[in-house]
């Protein structure tokens, strides 16, 4: 099973900069399945990114992802008041063991 | 627009039952491949079980094979998570999600998610 370590764990940062979470995976797999979610306080997961670098639909462009080897990031250009929330990465297929990162929280 | 509502969930015995309840609307449901994600309280996300589009076939989660089992019923536009044998450790808000492919096996990418329900297990 692919196990991914997201880091930091919080990131403590102010609207209008910039945020890079990393994501990184136990053992190497395709880009293509590799996506990102938000999380606010009591509400559902919001699809940002998948297939490593593809913005989901309605998602600015201030979102962007990348990957190199087993080495995923999340890259918000400036932050906007409402970016502050909890981010998770997350393997997809092929192997229907679908497995998310512990979650990085941007506050 | 997607829409899914959850609903069924509430406070349960260990080893008791429970079956919660997805509807679904604005999409092709009978085209679109389904899942079950959940979420213990303070905690992170985890996956649970996945049905194709015509709900022939179905994988889970280790935690759950043999207890849960995922189903849908295409006229009604409905999931199903029907959790046997539950556990302390099932607590957890569950909440149904739309993979963003309609391939199989599944892509596992969610691209739409209900509101949740919350499943409690305790004595």
Same mark, same amino acid.
């Given at each position: 099973?692919?196990?991914?370590?997201?880091?930091?764990?919080?990131?403590?940062?102010?609207?209008?900069?910039?945020?890079?979470?990393?994501?990184?995976?136990?053992?190497?797999?395709?880009?293509?399945?590799?996506?990102?979610?938000?999380?606010?306080?009591?509400?559902?997961?919001?699809?940002?990114?998948?297939?490593?670098?593809?913005?989901?639909?309605?998602?600015?462009?201030?979102?962007?992802?990348?990957?190199?080897?087993?080495?995923?990031?999340?890259?918000?250009?400036?932050?906007?008041?409402?970016?502050?929330?909890?981010?998770?990465?997350?393997?997809?297929?092929?192997?229907?063991?679908?497995?998310?990162?512990?979650?990085?929280?941007?506050? | 627009?997607?829409?899914?509502?959850?609903?069924?969930?509430?406070?349960?015995?260990?080893?008791?039952?429970?079956?919660?309840?997805?509807?679904?609307?604005?999409?092709?449901?009978?085209?679109?491949?389904?899942?079950?994600?959940?979420?213990?309280? %303070?905690? %992170?996300?985890? !996956?649970?079980?996945?049905?194709?589009?015509?709900? *022939?076939?179905?994988?889970?989660?280790?935690?759950?094979?043999?207890?849960?089992?995922?189903?849908?019923?295409?006229?009604?536009?409905?999931?199903?998570?029907?959790?046997?044998?539950?556990?302390?450790?099932? *607590?957890?808000?569950?909440?149904?999600?739309?993979?963003?492919?309609?391939? !199989?096996?599944?892509?596992?990418?969610?691209?739409? !998610?209900?509101?949740? *329900?919350?499943? *409690?297990?305790?004595?």
């Amino acid at each position: 099973e692919i196990v991914l370590t997201q880091s930091p764990g919080t990131l403590s940062l102010s609207p209008g900069e910039r945020a890079t979470l990393s994501c990184r995976a136990s053992q190497s797999f395709s880009n293509n399945y590799l996506a990102w979610y938000q999380q606010k306080p009591g509400r559902a997961p919001r699809l940002l990114i998948y297939g490593a670098s593809n913005r989901a639909t309605g998602i600015p462009d201030r979102f962007s992802g990348s990957a190199s080897g087993t080495d995923f990031t999340l890259t918000i250009r400036r932050l906007e008041p409402e970016d502050f929330a909890v981010y998770y990465c997350q393997q997809c297929g092929p192997s229907p063991q679908f497995t998310f990162g512990p979650g990085t929280k941007v506050d | 627009q997607v829409h899914l509502v959850e609903s069924g969930g509430g406070v349960v015995q260990p080893g008791k039952s429970l079956r919660l309840s997805c509807a679904a609307s604005g999409f092709t449901f009978s085209a679109s491949v389904m899942h079950w994600v959940r979420q213990a309280p %303070g905690k %992170g996300l985890a !996956w649970v079980a996945v049905t194709s589009y015509d709900g *022939t076939n179905e994988f889970y989660a280790d935690s759950v094979r043999g207890r849960f089992t995922i189903a849908r019923d295409n006229s009604k536009n409905t999931l199903y998570l029907q959790m046997n044998s539950l556990r302390v450790e099932d *607590t957890a808000v569950y909440y149904c999600a739309k993979d963003l492919s309609s391939g !199989w096996p599944p892509l596992g990418t969610f691209d739409s !998610w209900g509101q949740g *329900t919350l499943v *409690t297990v305790s004595s």
